[in-house]
């Protein structure tokens, strides 16, 4: 049997800084893991009751109407153009799609991988899991002639909240098709932007072009519609790629539960919610970042997604210490790569009593 080694489940470690926030007076303010607080929107909860009654096997592929439903978010809201539905696949939440991408694949020891300097650790576990080389590079002429199989994107980042332009994107595909490599770019955050230039997806023509060769998005519901309890996005892209990986997902049992495809066919077809929800992040946002600047913080990049990546030029761990201290628990840069050593990540996922309180402490 193969073996592999995965490292330690990084939030096992934050473990005693939440014990010491908890003891505040006040109690805890958890801004360390950036889990939805908010209602799932009506629409979507009725859509979930109404498809209850399904007593058959979902298909893999997904419902046609679940994929009328993407093919049309991603034309009407991002500018995608071209896409049919053979070309969406979802899948049981981003995070299992992420972690078992490489495998999926078929990629394994002797691929290398390549992920962010500053990355979600589930894309270099999926490498692990896999037995395939990480390499973390922010730009890939720095790989030099290696040869590599699947390269990972993710913009707007997490943790970073930093935005890809889309010179930078259209520079990864020439390159990634130059070398004959994949390009899995996961744009969860995509429909939360706060300051600057709208997030572009890898799929835009103008940056693929008009051709999706090679090329992979993968999508959540978690964040922009609070449906992270029900697991359900997709993937999207290089009609072939997506032809192998249903294929092995139908093997696998890989399926969305049909009440949970008919939630999603009803979130993305209803556009509101999310800018109601992308307004309320913003509103968080706003007080926070003010807080946190005044108690001399600096915030660097954070302009989309659901974090503020901040740093007071101390080791991440006595910056986690220190918030803690006030009752706040925030998640240390240093889980997302040696980069982020300086810098905690704090979350906006937090009621806006929450948020308030956490600034009144910051303040005091």
């Known amino acids: 049997m193969r073996q592999f080694v995965l490292p330690d489940f ?31 929107p ?127 994107l259209r520079k990864v595909v020439d390159e990634a098709r130059s070398r004959g490599a994949i390009v899995a770019s996961d744009e969860c955050y995509l429909d939360l932007s706060y300051d ?7 799929l835009h023509p103008d940056v693929c072009g008009g051709s999706f060769e090679g090329l992979l998005a993968v999508h959540s519901l978690s964040k922009r519609s609070n449906f992270a309890g029900y697991r359900g996005g997709f993937v999207a892209g290089d009609p072939a790629l997506i032809k192998r990986l249903t294929e092995v997902r139908k093997h696998l049992g890989y399926l969305v539960p049909r009440p949970v495809q008919d939630a999603m066919v009803a979130a993305y077809t209803d556009d509101a919610h999310v800018e109601a929800q992308r307004q309320r992040y913003a509103a ?16 660097d990049e954070s302009e989309a997604g659901l974090y503020l990546w901040a740093t007071r030029g101390l080791n991440c761990w006595d910056t986690v210490d220190l918030l803690a201290d006030k009752g706040i628990l925030v998640a240390p840069g240093a889980f997302y790569g040696p980069k982020g050593a300086q810098h905690v990540r704090i979350a906006l996922t937090a009621s806006d009593e929450a948020i308030n309180q956490a600034a009144a402490r910051l303040l005091d």
């Open 42 to 168: 009506q629409v979507v909860q009725d859509a979930l009751t109404a498809g209850a009654n399904a007593p058959g096997y979902p298909q893999t592929i997904g419902t046609p109407e679940l994929r009328d439903a993407i093919v049309g978010w991603l034309q009407r809201v991002h500018g995608i153009t071209g896409l049919t539905t053979e070309m969406v696949l979802p899948v049981i939440g981003s995070k299992e799609f992420v972690g078992g991408l490489p495998t999926l694949l078929g990629l394994g020891p002797g691929d290398a991988i390549v992920i962010p300097e500053l990355a979600y650790p589930t894309y270099a576990v999926s490498a692990a899991y896999c037995g395939a080389e990480v390499l973390a590079r922010d730009g890939l002429a720095a790989i030099g002639p290696q040869r590599v199989s699947l390269i990972w994107i993710n913009s707007p980042s997490n943790p970073t909240g930093k935005v890809l332009p889309e010179t930078h």
């Open 284 to 299: 968080r946002r706003t007080v926070l970042k003010g807080a946190l600047e005044s108690a001399g913080f600096t915030i």
């Open 10 to 40: 990084p939030w096992d470690q934050l473990a005693p800084y939440g014990d010491k926030a908890a003891k505040h007076p006040d109690g805890i303010v958890d801004l360390s893991i950036g889990t939805p607080v908010d209602d799932t």
């Open 196 to 202: 600057g230039p709208k997030p572009q997806s890898v």
